[in-house]
């Protein structure tokens, strides 16, 4: 099993529509929790953290479930430039090791 | 706003050869990292350092070595390419570990191709 697991997809979204994408760890010792995007043929790029609480920025909500052990991204309005691969990322030990994700990749059409 | 940079974006070599590729960040950070990024496999970890000197294998370190001579500077060397090494390289930075002090700021990437 992966440390971190996400669904590939893609997902292929209209404009203006809501997605959510969800992300799987195995370690229950994990303690902290991101977000990446990463645009083609370019680097990652951090989107958001993940708090215990959830949290909101703009359009992006990020919540995360330490009991089932999974991380969530929810993006609303979709807009074409929010097309990208979304890479989940989970550290551990203490924040010495970070798990990346194989990515999640999202089309918004118009 | 934190930069890294890498030597080159796009870099073709025979099998064989030494390659040498190398990143700069202009932001004090203690720790850098080294990953390849390869379809369907995500990006996976080849050494990291935490400061200047150091190094640490990440799960992937065979047929490649580093140098943390100065702090800013992080290099990965292919002793002698081979084609399964065919990839793209990114380099990352971080401030430090710990709670809170995670986020990683990613040079632009090269991309390697040993023929």
């Known amino acids: 099993r992966k440390e971190v697991e996400q669904d590939p997809g893609p997902f292929n979204v209209p404009e203006g529509a809501t997605v959510a994408f969800n992300c799987t760890y195995s370690n229950s010792a994990s303690q902290s929790f991101f977000w990446y995007r990463q645009d083609c043929r370019k680097e990652p790029k951090l989107l958001m953290s993940v708090y215990s609480s959830g949290n909101e920025d703009g359009r992006f909500t990020a919540q995360l479930n330490r009991a089932s052990q999974y991380i969530s991204l929810l993006i609303r309005d979709s807009k074409l430039s929010d097309s990208a691969t979304y890479l989940c990322?989970?550290?551990?030990?203490?924040?010495?090791?970070?798990?990346f994700g194989a990515g999640t990749r999202l089309f918004v059409k118009a | 706003d934190v930069k890294v940079t890498q030597s080159s974006r796009y870099l073709v070599k025979r099998t064989g050869e030494k390659v040498f590729l190398e990143c700069v960040q202009d932001?004090?950070?203690?720790?850098m990292f080294w990953y390849r990024q390869d379809p369907g496999l995500g990006l996976r970890l080849i050494y990291f350092s935490y400061d200047v000197k150091m190094k640490e294998k990440g799960d992937i370190p065979e047929g490649y070595s580093v140098s943390r001579e100065k702090k800013e500077r992080f290099s990965l060397i292919l002793e002698s390419a081979s084609t399964n090494q065919t990839s793209m390289y990114l380099c990352?930075?971080?401030?430090?570990?710990?709670?809170?002090?995670?986020?990683?700021?990613f040079g632009p990437g090269t991309r390697l191709l040993v023929l």
């Open positions: 932001m004090d950070h203690e720790n």
């Open positions: 990322v989970v550290t551990t030990g203490g924040g010495f090791k970070t798990i």
């Open positions: 990352a930075s971080r401030l430090l570990a710990g709670y809170n002090q995670e986020t990683q700021y």
